[in-house]
C-alpha cells in the first residue's frame, strides 16, 4: 500500500541552526503538507502546498518557514533558524484530491536544544 | 472558520466494554470529516471518514461513527474495545469546497484496561 514517508525520524538540533525536514508522499498526489503537533497538544495546520507554490499557510508559519518541492518527489519543510519552541512532531501529509482523504507520514520529532 | 471539539481528554474503559467519543465540530459551509488514531510513537492512520452518502460510517478495527448534521457531531463508537485500542483519537474537519486544510480536535486519549 503506498505510504508517506518521512526523513528523520528524530532530528536533534541546536537553537538557532537550520534544519530540513523531508518528505516523500504518495506518487499520484497533489496536494501536500506539514502540520505540527507540540507535545501533548493539537496536531495543527502550517501550510498547504499545490501546483508547485503554497496554497495557504498559518500565522504559525512565518518567515522562518519555508517550503520546497525540488525534483517532483520530495517535499521538505526548512526552518532557518530554530527555535526551543519549534521543539515538536512535524507530519507531512499528502490528498490526491480535494474529495478524498489526507495520508500522514509517521512524523519528524525535532527537538531544539 | 472551522473549530473542533472533543469535550473528553480522557476516556478509561475496561476491555470488551463499549465506547464513545465524542466530537463536534462548527462550520458555516458543509465538510469533510475524519477520525484519525495515533498509537504511542506512531504518526496518524485514517479510522474512517465522512464525504458524502449513508451519515453511518463504518471504518478499520470495529469501529464506527455517525454524522449528525442538525448537533453537529461525528461521535466515534465501538461495541467492544480490546487492550489494543489504547491510543490517542483526534476529529478532523475540513471544508468542502474549500481550503483543504485539516483542522484537528485536542484529542481523547483512550485507555483500556484489563
Known amino acids: 500500500e503506498p505510504e508517506v514517508t518521512q526523513t528523520p525520524s528524530h532530528q536533534v538540533t541546536q537553537m538557532g541552526q537550520e534544519v530540513i525536514l523531508r518528505c516523500v508522499p504518495i506518487?499520484?498526489?497533489?496536494?501536500f503538507y506539514w502540520y505540527r503537533q507540540i507535545l501533548g497538544q493539537k496536531v495543527e495546520f502550517l501550510v498547504s502546498?499545490?501546483?508547485?507554490?503554497?496554497?495557504?499557510k498559518s500565522e504559525i508559519f512565518d518567515d522562518q518557514f519555508s517550503v520546497e518541492r525540488p525534483d517532483g518527489s520530495n517535499f521538505t519543510l526548512k526552518i532557518r533558524s530554530t527555535k526551543l519552541e519549534d521543539s515538536a512532531m512535524y507530519f507531512c501529509?499528502?490528498?490526491?484530491?480535494?474529495?478524498?482523504?489526507?495520508?500522514f507520514g509517521q512524523g519528524t520529532r525535532l527537538t531544539v536544544v | 472558520a472551522q473549530s473542533v471539539t472533543q469535550l473528553d481528554s480522557q476516556v478509561p474503559v475496561f476491555e470488551e466494554a463499549p465506547v464513545e467519543l465524542r466530537c463536534n465540530y462548527s462550520?458555516?459551509?458543509?465538510?469533510?470529516l475524519f477520525w484519525y488514531v495515533q498509537y504511542p510513537n506512531q504518526g496518524l492512520q485514517l479510522l474512517l471518514k465522512?464525504?458524502?452518502?449513508?451519515?453511518l460510517v463504518k471504518g478499520i478495527n470495529g469501529f464506527e461513527a455517525e454524522f449528525n448534521k442538525s448537533q453537529t457531531s461525528f461521535h466515534l463508537r465501538k461495541p467492544s474495545v480490546h487492550i489494543s485500542d489504547t491510543a490517542e483519537y483526534f476529529c478532523?474537519?475540513?471544508?468542502?469546497?474549500?481550503?483543504?486544510?485539516?483542522?484537528f480536535g485536542k484529542g481523547t486519549k483512550l485507555t483500556v484496561n484489563p
Open positions: 501529509a499528502s490528498l490526491r484530491d480535494r474529495h478524498t482523504e489526507a495520508f
Open positions: 506518487s499520484n498526489h497533489l496536494y
Open positions: 502546498f499545490y501546483n508547485n507554490e503554497i496554497s495557504e
Open positions: 462550520s458555516s459551509v458543509s465538510v469533510y
Open positions: 465522512y464525504l458524502s452518502g449513508s451519515t
Open positions: 478532523a474537519v475540513r471544508m468542502e469546497g474549500g481550503s483543504e486544510k485539516l483542522v
